[in-house]
């Protein structure tokens, strides 16, 4: 598959869509840790995102390695999200999980 994309010059425009996918996959996982686990769950995320980036290190490949370090920092990008849509709950943006605590 990778000497397809490479023969047609598509390898760019691949790892753009295979961005675009991971970014949009992490917003509503961002939102559904908060409700069910709050901020405490930014520790899994520090992990996938160092997991991701020693695999993306250790990965011969040019598009494997580009794929791990675009899930690797937007998984180090959702544990400010976390955080940042704790924010959006106590505004009111979002629901509060009638089950949880909050701080606020």
Not at 39 to 64: K, Q
């Amino acid at each position: 598959m990778l000497e397809f994309l490479s023969q047609y010059h598509l390898t760019g425009l691949a790892i753009g869509i295979c961005t675009f996918l991971i970014i949009g996959l992490f917003h509503p996982v961002v939102i559904k840790c908060e409700y069910y686990f709050g901020t405490r769950c930014w520790w899994w995320f520090l992990i996938l995102g160092i997991a991701g980036a020693a695999a993306s290190i250790w990965v011969d490949s040019l598009f494997w390695s580009v794929l791990l370090g675009v899930f690797s920092f937007s998984s180090f990008w959702t544990i400010l999200e976390v955080f940042e849509q704790q924010e959006r709950v106590r505004k009111g943006w979002f629901p509060k999980n009638p089950r949880r605590r909050y701080p606020f």
